[in-house]
């Protein structure tokens, strides 16, 4: 059938389809009686997440290639221990570091320290499940000459063992974001 031939048709049977349903009366339309049982419920769907703002992830920190550290601490030590950290930089100009108060290294600034057990390799320091501790947020600053050093010094208290403690400074280097670790040192305690 041709297009127009088919709305030819359409428009002449619409007044035939009106008609029809002009003589249906309401009373023969059945009706349709109400639910009494109740509707299948849908799980309730969680809420949406309100919307935030998308997390920026911190700057990683990074090593300086020519800045090196060293930590000196007795081989053999009766009592408390203490820690010598020693940045070498060898720059041609000074460079000044800045370190913040560890919450979970009891508040202390440089160092950051991690002390194993020998044969087992369980750390010892910082204790683990410990609550950290708050600290003033205040930042301890050192600079090293051109071609120099800048020593930081902690301590710690360790019962009698064996002992391999790891360590490095976290901070800023000028604007920069960085880590500088040390060797591991074994040490006794008396």
């Given amino acids: 059938m041709k297009p127009r031939a088919l709305l030819l048709t359409a428009l002449l049977t ?4 009106a008609a029809a349903q002009d003589t249906t009366s309401p009373d023969s339309v059945p009706e349709i009686p109400p639910v009494t049982t109740p509707l299948p419920s849908t799980p309730a769907s969680p809420a949406p997440a309100t919307p935030t703002a998308p997390s920026v992830p911190a700057p990683a920190a990074v090593a300086l290639p020519d800045v090196q550290a060293n930590l000196f601490v007795p081989r053999t030590v009766t009592g408390k221990v203490n820690l010598t950290f020693t940045v070498r930089s060898s720059r041609a100009t000074a460079i000044t570091f ?5 919450n979970e290294q009891n508040c202390a600034t440089a160092p950051q320290v991690r002390v194993l ?12 499940g410990a609550s950290p501790r708050l600290c003033a947020q205040d930042l301890e600053t050192k600079t090293a000459a051109a071609k120099g050093n800048a020593t930081f010094t902690r301590e710690l208290e360790l019962t009698p063992g064996e002992y391999m403690v ?7 280097a000028g604007d920069l974001l960085v880590k500088v670790p040390a060797a591991p040192v ?5």
Avoid: H, M, N, Q
């Fill in 98 to 102: 800045s370190v913040r108060r560890d």
């Fill in 166 to 172: 790891e360590s490095w400074l976290t901070g800023f």
């Fill in 117 to 128: 057990e020998v044969g087992t390799r369980a750390v010892v320091y910082p204790v683990s």
């Fill in 14 to 17: 619409l007044p035939v389809l």
């Fill in 186 to 190: 074994r040490i006794t305690v008396k």
